[in-house]
């Protein structure tokens, strides 16, 4: 099993910086892939950055934070961080890191406990 743990959530002005961490342990070794999501009040859970793991740790984004966050892998650290730049209200939500990871030969997801962002205007 994975476990996670997140950190550097808070209350930030638009404009601002924040970064968040994700630490990994336990079979750490059969993660291939982990991500952020995050949740806005009446909304959905969605994805807002991934990175793969193995050669090449394709990225990917949603539209909506392209060009503002980064997502990066310490593997010395089994640590996933995603810095979150020049942040709006809208970004304002809980944040929740998700690692995707062999059992067996299948797929299973672990979760963090979440972290709140919030952005004033």
């Known amino acids: 099993q994975v476990q996670l743990v997140e950190s550097g959530g808070g209350l930030v002005q638009a404009g601002g910086s924040l970064r968040l961490a994700c630490a990994a342990s336990?079979?750490?070794?059969?993660?291939?892939?982990m991500n952020w999501y995050r949740q806005a009040p009446g909304n959905q859970r969605e994805l807002a950055a991934g990175?793969?793991?193995?050669?090449?740790?394709?990225?990917n984004y949603a539209d909506s934070v392209k060009g503002r966050f980064t997502i990066s892998r310490d593997t010395a650290k089994n640590t996933v961080y995603l810095q979150m730049n020049s942040l709006k209200p809208e970004d304002t939500a809980v944040y929740y890191c998700?690692?995707?990871?062999?059992?067996?030969?299948?797929?299973?997801?672990?979760w963090g406990q979440g972290t709140q962002v919030t952005v004033s205007s």
């Open positions: 336990g079979s750490t070794a059969s993660i291939f892939a």
């Open positions: 990175i793969r793991f193995g050669r090449g740790g394709n990225t």
């Open positions: 998700n690692a995707r990871y062999y059992q067996d030969y299948a797929p299973y997801d672990a």
